[in-house]
């Protein structure tokens, strides 16, 4: 049996509010809003200051408020049938069932999740990408089980300096204040797994989060038995030098897979989200070898159910490790494995020319396609990327038939859509937003000033949480920010430099000219820079710099503290969504898929999955598909790009009212973007196509018989 998990601590509640208890305690609340809304009406105070988490919002409510509460009918039914949706959810069948006889168990590692920014392990696309993966494997009932990282740290708070330079604190986080729950053993003490560290023992607690129907296991190293270096390991997410990055990393992978085996979960399938979790497969070979399989056979079983996603289209993203790190490490390792440490280093070991390197670097992604025996990309020109760039591996191959395949990422749609759009769905079609691939046609049949009011709404709610952010700052109240009645654009993510988020700032003039011409625009941007990345601070300064004039402040605003909240409400609120990477080094990017589903028009560079979901009618297209040598040759043509759409196109469409106010042919865009984007970037979609492509496929391998050797 599955060992216990301790629940967490929490305050005496009434007996008729219990059914609160497992609602706060299941993450699936961060996208039912049926849920959060009973915490918020419990105590809107409460609420707040616990940062919208339902579990801080149990402590922080006052005891005398829920005795109020408990002597409402009203208020106790809804918690009732709360709690009774909530158990038909979890016992529930998902529509994507496999054929009898055709079992299917998958683990799923990524080095961050994020689910909710009530669980702060994570720090951008990559840990909301996996989040969303859990939510719609909930949904559709794949048997998935996630493992990650418990980062005591997390990843940092952003702040800004005056002077418009980024600063970093780092909170802590206590599990125990939190919906996590502590695994423990038979005997009542936590469970613990353990993996050695260049000799030196390192044990892991085991944290669970329950996502809906599938289990997060979570590992911690900040236990006491261990040495202070060790309790470390899990502190900060993407903090410290190489040989932490390489410690964290074998504690995910390689502790990830005892973890599983010791919190009663078996798989059939393994599936590395990225590089950081690719020692998983080193693990299963060593489990194998000691079992008495040969080396060779022990790594065809291991490649026949493996799955690597790469999310990265240049080198400089990938984890190297210098080889005197790796033999440090792992020369234990390889000797546990039957082999010498050279042959270990092949796994991962670079190749140029068709030759293998000379042996000095590790190259995780190397690895991660060494070990899997599918892989893929996250957009179908990632897809192509990836096949050029990981060629020598296999030598000789035409491209085309390089074994890198391609899924393009998707967005869980009841998560980031906003209750303007979710509702107008629901009121045709009740249950819409819980429907396994529902029907995103509908929203033509809407009548346009219905859905312009909608977008009003959200629109107006945008300006609101941002006059709200920018007087809780240290600037003081700045109560003229945005006009809720203008082309409100939307730009949110990592501030890095391939990303080009100064791109607008090529033309002040004519940016200003935008800003407070007769068809004016207002933008909201977003996103943090690295800690390490000074380029990338240093655009962010510069942003600051342009908006430091009051009267450019009301039209231009950068917003710190990026997260999945704000993430939220500016791709709900945005009329527009701005996106331009210098092609084609953006993966696959979501925000702007969160942005249409809400009704938002994107605006992007033809790169990741805009380059295969734009179609002429349902956004604009910046630049061409060309590419040219010079990088500053590109941002030239694609800021002027952007002046041109921006001045001749989508203002013009935006201000052509007809006389019922409406502007027909931005609302007919509006219609176009979601009913051919809804479909394709949903979550759901996402999963349907990894059971079809490569989980199915992969459990088949995983039950053929093993190979001989």
């Not at 609101?464 to 939307?490: K, Q, Y």
């Not at 007769?518 to 941007?525: A, K, L, S």
Request: proline fraction near 6%; hydrophobic fraction near 40%.
């Amino acid at each position: 049996m599955p060992p216990e998990a301790t629940s967490p601590s929490m305050p005496p509640m009434p007996h008729s509010l219990e059914g609160l208890v497992p609602l706060a305690t299941n993450l699936r609340w961060s996208w039912n809003r049926r849920a959060t809304d009973l915490f918020s009406q419990l105590d809107a105070g409460a609420w707040a200051r616990a940062g919208h988490d339902p579990m801080k919002t149990l402590h922080l409510v006052d005891p005398r408020r829920l005795a109020q509460h408990a002597r409402d009918g009203a208020f106790v039914a809804a918690v009732r049938d709360a709690a009774a949706d909530l158990e038909a959810y979890l016992s529930g069948q998902g529509p994507y069932g496999l054929p009898t006889g055709a079992p299917l168990s998958v683990a799923y590692f990524s080095p961050e999740f994020g689910v909710t920014e009530a669980l702060p392990v994570y720090s951008g696309g990559l840990g909301v990408l996996a989040g969303d993966h859990l939510k719609a494997a909930s949904d559709l009932g794949v048997p998935l089980v996630g493992i990650g990282l418990l980062y005591r740290h997390g990843y940092f708070l952003q702040h800004l300096a005056v002077d418009g330079w980024q600063q970093e604190s780092y909170p802590t986080l206590e599990p125990t204040q939190s919906a996590l729950r502590l695994l423990r053993g038979d005997d009542g003490a936590p469970l613990t797994i353990e993996v050695e560290l260049a000799g030196v023992p390192c044990r892991a607690a085991i944290w669970k989060a329950q996502v809906g129907r599938v289990p997060l296991l979570l590992l911690d190293s900040d236990v006491p038995s261990n040495r202070p270096d060790a309790r470390g390991v899990t502190d900060v997410l993407y903090g410290g030098d190489s040989e932490h990055r390489l410690r964290q990393e074998i504690m995910l992978g390689i502790g990830g897979v005892r973890a599983l085996q010791a919190a009663g979960h078996g798989a059939q399938v393994w599936h590395s989200n990225e590089g950081h979790a690719g020692f998983l497969g080193l693990e299963r070979i060593r489990s194998l070898v000691q079992a008495g399989q040969s080396f060779d056979s022990a790594l065809a079983s291991v490649r026949s159910s493996t799955i690597f996603t790469t999310h990265t289209p240049v080198p400089a993203g990938i984890d190297i490790f210098e080889r005197r790190l790796m033999e440090r490490y792992f020369s234990a390792f390889a000797r546990e494995c039957g082999v010498g440490f050279d042959e270990l280093m092949d796994i991962g070991r670079e190749v140029h020319d068709g030759v293998a390197a000379g042996g000095t670097r590790f190259n995780m992604a190397v690895m991660g396609f060494n070990l899997a025996g599918r892989a893929n990309g996250v957009s179908k020109l990632h897809g192509e990327v990836s096949r050029a760039m990981f060629s020598e591996l296999w030598p000789g191959l035409p491209a085309a038939e390089i074994p890198i395949g391609s899924i393009t990422n998707g967005v869980h749609a009841a998560s980031w859509m906003g209750s303007e759009m979710t509702g107008i769905m629901e009121a045709r079609r009740p249950g819409w937003i819980d429907t396994a691939a529902p029907d995103w046609s509908v929203v033509r049949d809407v009548p346009d000033d219905e859905l312009w009011a909608a977008r009003r709404r959200a629109r107006l709610r945008l300006v609101r949480f941002v006059r709200d952010r920018l007087g809780s700052g240290a600037a003081g109240a700045v109560s003229d920010a945005l006009d809720p009645e203008v082309l409100t654009i939307g730009f949110a993510r990592r501030f890095a430099q391939y990303k080009r988020g100064t791109l607008l700032l090529a033309d002040r003039d004519r940016l200003r000219r935008l800003l407070f011409g007769e068809r004016p625009v207002q933008i909201v941007m977003a996103g943090k820079a690295h800690p390490r990345d000074d380029g990338g601070k240093e655009m962010i300064r510069q942003i600051i710099g342009f908006t430091a004039d009051p009267e450019t402040a009301s039209r231009f605003v950068f917003l710190e503290g990026y997260d999945m909240e704000l993430g939220r409400v500016l791709t709900q609120g945005a009329d527009l969504w701005l996106n331009h990477p210098r092609r084609p080094l953006e993966a696959c990017g979501t925000s702007g898929m969160k942005a249409a589903i809400n009704g938002g028009i994107n605006c992007s560079i033809l790169d990741g999955w805009w380059d295969e979901c734009f179609d002429g009618s349902n956004g604009w297209a910046i630049g061409t598909r060309e590419a040219d040598d010079e990088p500053e040759v590109r941002d030239r043509k694609d800021a002027e790009s952007v002046y041109r759409l921006l001045e001749d196109e989508i203002t013009e469409l935006f201000y052509r009212r007809a006389e019922s106010g409406v502007p027909e042919g931005w609302v007919q865009m509006m219609k176009a973007s979601l009913a051919t984007l809804g479909p394709a970037v949903s979550g759901d979609r996402m999963m349907r196509d990894y059971l079809s492509d490569l989980y199915r496929p992969a459990a088949a391998s995983a039950g053929a018989p093993p190979p001989s050797g």
